[in-house]
């Protein structure tokens, strides 16, 4: 027992030195790079996802990547600790603004825009164009619509309905779909973010406007003004008519794709990124919803006319998330060729198409880029176009400001708020902020 | 002739009857409520996400094992199984006889530093993961060990010591002065009294902490996910976190991943309940 306790210590002091060799000796050979990627090995992408990191492995030999893949709260939590510490990977996964607020606000990234240059013209100007923090942080590889309605064809022709043109269409399915045992619109709205990013971003875009958001950030308008209380109305109305239930905020993020295959209601609200969900999975083989039944039962819209709007068949997209490079490589240095050969590659018409193909994005920044192997879902995502594109709220406003706007969307329906005491309450938020910045 | 009367079980009385009877029924309930979950995460573990969505409570229509071999590969849990169990392995034989030897000093060769230095382990008892989270992974880069094994096995050691010191020093204050002082006087070194009287001696103790800190290592995903860049380093339940989450969609996949994880500790108590139960038993702490 005495010998072990001994060898124990000995190693307890010994392993530190060799793992310090170790990291030398790495040091000394090939251009290593840090990466954190952010994956949800639960989607069927997952494993085309593995394919297009192990291509650049074989293709770029002299690059060795330190390769490091976590999801969801894990990611964000690792990516806290990285920035908190100072020792942020060389190349990352980024939002473009939100849950990558810290990286920008500490200016742990670095501007991109003199190294995307060269290739400006290879991409559309969202993707080469600084961001709300003001630099080029990350290459957005697509652009989002984060509002989609999903609509199940079939089972409107089931009940005697058919596809709304009005809101007031959808209020008068309600009777039809509850006698049916559905809902009209299902929304995962758990998460307070999913009814804020994927439906009121979109009613504000309708009914207020990019103008007014504008308005409000140059203190010529305030949020306590009608078209923004028009609009959070607007999301309380559609639980008071019933078209949403109160039940939504009992949904997981998670589980909404599989209720909505599920027939469980007419309609899904959700963001176009969750077409990778319904497609064949490579790795199974199986499809949430089989590409014949998408065909004919299924179809992509915007949402119908809401009463009151101003931007007809508008929606809100965003600049999709992208691959950023730590502020703290040396301009000019070997390391950060290697990491802009990364993030080139990342961006490559290559890798965007395999993306396409798994119905991870609808569209992607780089001009030119299409893929032929889709199915239906993903190629009535790439031609949903809305008339105009409106921002996301939580793409355009401070954490401090669209948080109380989250919380006053589910306090609506939980019937603890009207529109006027969450619309004072963001105004009150905004105020503080303001203040603070 | 003595007539041997038979032993009568005394008649019980009504209340006392549908007291055990409610004693039998709350019994009951905690137990569905513990295993229940259990079998219900095995049972939808086999599966599709979207027959989860319709069937959530029943058994499979159409079982499928598919989810298995797909969270396996996906997850790479061969690898993680490994680490985890080199984790789990070294740092609870470490905390047990660190905290013994350590608890021994403690209980028995008192000085002015006793106390302080006593105090200082046992008030990490109250530390909370997230507090230290920062500090830890700063220092673990300043020293070099970030993204070792050791590096890992330091803080899940030193992490692991207070209750471990806690637990040992009430137990050990308990084996009588006595046994040591004879030791003494026979020329004993401490080292040889701790290791031929107090050791053995602490095995009930020493078995209720290897099960504490063996059930919270397997599971403990914090510290490895802050600490640890390389895949080939991570253990089980960072591997678990890559299917479950609220953004994650696919159940099957997700169910199958947690029972992989959750199996090893299953076994493990089946295999060691009956000394599971004693060694929590006789290790509780004596005042």
Not at chain 1, 284 to 290: H, N, Q, R, Y
Not at chain 1, 391 to 401: K, N, Q, R
Not at chain 2, 20 to 45: C, D, E, K, Q
Not at chain 2, 172 to 191: T, W
């Amino acid at each position: 027992m005495k010998r072990l306790l001994f060898v124990l210590l000995a190693l307890a002091m010994v392993l530190p030195v060799f793992a310090a060799a170790e990291k030398d000796q790495a040091a000394e050979g090939p251009i290593t790079l840090r990466v954190l990627n952010y994956a949800d090995a639960t989607t069927p992408a997952y494993a085309v996802e593995k394919e297009i990191w192990d291509t650049f492995r074989a293709q770029n030999p002299d690059i060795v990547l330190e390769y490091e893949e976590l999801f969801d709260e894990a990611f964000h939590t690792k990516t806290e600790a990285y920035a908190a510490a100072g020792r942020l990977p060389d190349v990352m996964f980024m939002w473009p603004s939100g849950r990558s607020s810290t990286l920008y606000n500490r200016n742990l990234v670095k501007d991109l825009t003199p190294l995307m240059a060269p290739v400006k013209n290879e991409f559309v100007p969202i993707a080469t164009s600084p961001g709300q923090f003001g630099i080029l942080g990350q290459i957005p590889q697509s652009t989002t619509n984060t509002h989609v309605l999903y609509a199940n064809l079939g089972l409107l022709k089931k009940l005697g309905l058919s596809e709304p043109k009005t809101y007031a269409d959808l209020v008068a399915m309600v009777p039809a779909a509850r006698a049916a045992g559905v809902e009209v619109v299902l929304i995962p709205a758990k998460s307070d973010w999913v009814m804020q990013s994927c439906l009121f971003s979109m009613v504000l875009g309708r009914i207020a406007g990019d103008e007014f958001i504008n308005d409000v950030l140059a203190g010529k308008a305030n949020f306590t003004d009608k078209p923004f209380v028009d609009s959070l109305a607007f999301i309380k109305r559609l639980y008071d008519d019933g078209v949403i239930s109160r039940t939504a905020l009992q949904i997981d993020y998670g589980e909404g794709p599989a209720l909505f295959a599920s027939e469980k209601s007419l309609f899904y609200i959700d963001g176009a990124w969750r077409v990778g969900e319904f497609i064949t999975s490579p790795d199974s083989g199986v499809a949430l919803i089989p590409p014949a039944k998408q065909q004919s039962d299924f179809k992509l819209m915007n949402f119908p006319v809401i009463p009151g709007e101003k931007n007809a068949n508008s929606s809100s997209v965003i600049a999709g998330t992208g691959f950023g490079m730590n502020a703290n490589i040396e301009a000019g240095s070997a390391k950060e060729a290697a990491a802009w050969r990364l993030i080139s590659y990342l961006n490559s018409a290559e890798v965007l198409k395999k993306r396409l193909e798994t119905g991870a994005f609808s569209n992607v920044t780089r001009i030119g880029v299409t893929a032929s192997k889709m199915e239906p879902l993903q190629v009535m995502n790439a031609q949903l176009a809305p008339a105009k594109a409106t921002y996301v709220v939580d793409g355009i406003l401070d954490a401090s400001v669209y948080g109380p706007i989250n919380i006053g969307l589910q306090e609506m329906a939980l019937g603890t708020a009207t529109p006027e005491q969450v619309a004072q309450t963001t105004q009150k938020a905004f105020e503080e902020w303001e203040i603070s910045n | 002739m003595t007539q041997i009367q038979p032993m009568l079980k005394p008649k019980l009385s009504i209340g006392a009857i549908i007291a055990r009877v409610l004693l039998v029924a709350i019994l009951i309930g905690f137990t569905v409520m513990t295993i229940y979950p259990i079998i219900w995460l095995i049972i939808n573990s086999f599966k599709t996400s979207k027959e989860f969505q319709m069937n959530r409570l029943g058994l499979p229509i159409a079982p499928t094992f598919i989810n298995y071999p797909q969270a396996w590969k996906i997850g790479n849990f061969s690898m993680l199984f490994v680490n985890s169990i080199f984790y789990t392995g070294v740092a609870t034989l470490a905390i047990v006889i660190l905290s013994l030897s350590t608890s021994f000093a403690f209980a028995k060769i008192q000085s002015k530093a006793t106390k302080p230095l006593y105090n200082s382990f046992v008030i990490g008892i109250l530390l909370a993961l997230e507090s230290i989270m920062v500090p830890l992974f700063i220092m673990s880069i300043v020293t070099g060990v970030y993204d070792t094994r050791i590096g890992i096995l330091i803080p899940y050691i030193g992490l692991g010591l207070p209750i471990g010191v806690y637990l040992g020093t009430e137990f050990i204050k308990s084996i009588p002065d006595a046994l040591i002082e004879s030791a003494r006087l026979e020329g004993a070194s401490y080292l040889r009294i701790f290791f031929s009287i107090i050791l053995p001696m602490c095995i009930p103790v020493a078995m209720t902490l290897a099960i504490l800190t063996v059930t919270s290592l397997w599971n403990e995903f914090m510290l490895v996910n802050i600490l640890a860049s390389r895949e080939s380093l991570k253990s089980l339940p960072v591997g678990i976190l890559k299917f479950s989450g609220s953004l994650a969609s696919d159940y099957g996949k997700q169910f199958a991943a947690l029972v992989i994880g959750m199996l090893p500790m299953l076994i493990f108590y089946l295999s060691f309940r009956k000394q599971i139960q004693r060694g929590l038993a006789a290790g509780a702490v004596k005042g």
